[in-house]
């Protein structure tokens, strides 16, 4: 069985940074692909990035590029979201998820290992 733990969420004022963190425990992580996405009230949940086995390749939605970044550590199972300049449409409860397969995907339905979720809070 697998489990992902997210930690880090927080509120913030816009303009601020928070850094997420995904350990993953009960099955090696270190050759899987991994995301985050995130869900804020009464919308969709939203790809965020998402990063290869090896954290060479990643991708990333449009509407955080150039602001968050992803990494992981496959030595401590664990995968990052540092996010910067953070904006108040950030807000939204953030998810990491991992698949069986190394290939970055944009998709949750491609997904079958999710964590419980973070809460980031960005205030005006």
């Known amino acids: 069985q697998v489990h992902l733990v997210e930690s880090g969420g927080g509120a913030v004022h816009a303009g601020g940074s928070l850094s997420l963190s995904c350990t993953a425990s009960g099955r090696t992580f270190s050759n899987n692909a991994m995301g985050w996405f995130r869900q804020a009230p009464g919308k969709e949940r939203e790809f965020v990035a998402a990063?290869?086995?090896?954290?060479?390749?990643?991708d990333y939605g449009d509407s955080v590029k150039g602001r968050f970044t992803i990494s992981r550590d496959g030595a401590k199972n664990t995968m990052y979201l540092h996010m910067n300049n953070l904006k108040p449409e950030d807000t939204a409860v953030y998810y990491c998820?991992?698949?069986?397969?190394?290939?970055?995907?944009?998709?949750?339905?491609?997904?079958?290992?999710w964590g419980q979720g973070t809460q980031v809070t960005v205030s005006s």
């Open positions: 990063i290869n086995w090896s954290g060479m390749f990643t």
């Open positions: 998820a991992a698949r069986s397969s190394s290939k970055i995907v944009v998709v949750d339905s491609e997904y079958p290992y």
